[in-house]
């Protein structure tokens, strides 16, 4: 019986791995072994950032509401807890959208806040 080797799927394996590799440096884009380290790294760094980014963006949003807030006579987190209070359920990327977008509508949110703040 002839020997029976896997080289076709074998072959397909790298070839992802050095498809997804392009654009590395040097050996990272030409090397099996080095691209497949290359790739995974990128791939667990990628992974980081999407959660990264998340952090990121909240942290301007506070950011933006808190300086729209003190604008307006009040903090961050006695406007926030004002809304709650209020039963207002706007996200952060809502109100900080509006605090860019739509100063008159975030003042009016403030003083709303500001009257059902405790």
Request: glycine content about 6%; aromatic content about 6%.
């Amino acid at each position: 019986m002839p020997r029976a080797t896997n080289a076709a799927a074998r072959n397909r394996r790298k070839r992802k791995v050095l498809k997804e590799a392009r654009g590395q440096f040097g050996a990272r884009s030409k090397l099996y072994r080095t691209a497949k380290n290359a790739v995974e790294r990128g791939w667990a760094t990628a992974y980081t950032g999407r959660k990264l980014r998340k952090r990121d963006f909240r942290r301007l949003w506070i950011a933006r509401i808190n300086a729209a807030a003190r604008q307006n006579g009040t903090t961050y987190s006695r406007m926030i807890n004002g809304l709650q209070v209020a039963g207002v359920d706007l996200n952060r990327k809502v109100l900080a959208d509006l605090a860019v977008r739509e100063p008159d509508a975030f003042r009016r949110l403030a003083e709303l806040s500001k009257t059902h703040a405790r």
